[in-house]
């Protein structure tokens, strides 16, 4: 058994504000996109989660990473 993932962060729109826009990591086997979130302090950022997408399908926060994923973060977006 691997000990070991890589996956692929997307990030869009603010989120990508002092960050970046596509990165490549290696994590740790188990880890979940909230992890990742955490990570990223997307949590606790001013602008909420509005999607998450996990190879192009919505997941939620719990959702456990698998070799080779891509996942894609997208802020809340408001608007008038």
């Known amino acids: ?3 070991n ?5 997307k990030l869009f729109a603010q989120y990508r504000d002092d960050r970046f826009k596509v990165e490549q990591r290696v994590c740790a086997c188990g880890i979940r996109a909230k ?3 955490d990570d990223l302090g997307i949590s606790e950022h001013k602008l909420p989660l509005g999607v998450l ?10 959702y456990e990473l698998q070799d080779g994923d891509v996942i894609s973060l997208f802020p809340k977006v408001g608007g008038g």
């Open 1 to 3: 058994m691997k000990d």
């Open 5 to 9: 993932i890589n996956i692929t962060i």
């Open 53 to 62: 997408l996990v190879n192009s399908k919505h997941e939620k926060e719990e």
């Open 35 to 37: 992890d990742i979130m």
